[in-house]
């Protein structure tokens, strides 16, 4: 079983920077392709990166492609997302997630284990 947690969310004014980390439990961790997901009030759940379990070919949704930044640390079980120049309309709980895959995905539903998320909140 894969238990993850997620830390670093808060408030921020725009045009902030947040760095969100995600530590998963166990030994499996270099088996796993991570990935974040964000879910706005009202709104449906959205992909927002995949990180491969190699490291490499991280991939992004259009919206956060040039201001987001994911990457891992095999050796700390963690999973990080460095999110720059937020915008409001990133208020979101963001969901750290695993799968037992090579590659990522943008489909939440190749995602296996998810987090209890973490709040961001970008004041205007």
């Known amino acids: 079983q894969v238990q993850l947690v997620e830390s670093g969310g808060g408030l921020v004014q725009v045009g902030d920077s947040l760095r969100l980390s995600c530590v998963a439990s166990?030994?499996?961790?270099?088996?796993?392709?991570m990935g974040w997901f964000r879910q706005a009030p009202g709104k449906e759940r959205e992909f927002v990166a995949t990180?491969?379990?190699?490291?490499?070919?991280?991939y992004y949704a259009d919206a956060v492609k040039g201001r987001f930044t994911i990457s891992r640390d095999n050796a700390k079980n963690t999973v990080y997302l460095q999110m720059n120049s937020l915008k409001p309309e990133e208020t979101a709980v963001y969901y750290c997630?695993?799968?037992?895959?090579?590659?990522?995905?943008?489909?939440?539903?190749?995602?296996?284990?998810w987090g209890q998320g973490t709040q961001v909140t970008v004041s205007s």
């Open positions: 166990g030994r499996t961790f270099a088996s796993l392709a």
């Open positions: 997630v695993a799968a037992f895959r090579d590659w990522g995905t943008t489909r939440a539903t190749d995602y296996e284990h």
């Open positions: 990180i491969s379990r190699y490291g490499s070919n991280p």
